[in-house]
């Protein structure tokens, strides 16, 4: 069975940095591709980060240049690591495997940003 487990969630200033992991479990990690979404209260999930398994990587606007997605295939873990963050960055970040026959998502770590 598929378990994607993040980690690394919590509360920094404006301006700070923290970096999320996500263990991966249950799939082919070296072939799949990764991604990070992040949903705020009362607004829709978007995309923040994907990384392909050959290590492309895209971002959502609002982060690219503060935010940078890596992934270490002997570790079946993806990471997000986020710099400068602003208080639009609190939400919940959830980590995605989108496979060929099921899109995985994990329990999510909650990102907080106080100004």
């Known amino acids: 069975q598929v378990q994607l487990v993040e980690s690394g969630g919590g509360l920094v200033q404006a301006g700070g940095s923290l970096r999320l992991s996500c263990a991966a479990s249950?799939?082919?990690?070296?072939?799949?591709?990764m991604g990070w979404y992040r949903q705020a209260p009362g607004k829709q999930r978007e995309l923040v980060a994907t990384?392909?398994?050959?290590?492309?990587?895209n971002y959502g606007d609002s982060v690219k240049g503060r935010f940078t997605v890596s992934r270490d295939n002997a570790k079946n873990t993806v990471y997000l690591q986020m710099n400068n963050l602003r208080p639009g960055d609190t939400s919940v970040y959830y980590c995605?495997?989108?496979?060929?026959?099921?899109?995985?998502w994990g329990q999510g770590t909650r990102v907080t940003v106080s100004s």
């Open positions: 995605n495997a989108p496979t060929a026959f099921y899109s995985y």
């Open positions: 249950g799939i082919i990690f070296s072939r799949n591709a």
């Open positions: 990384i392909t398994s050959g290590g492309s990587t």
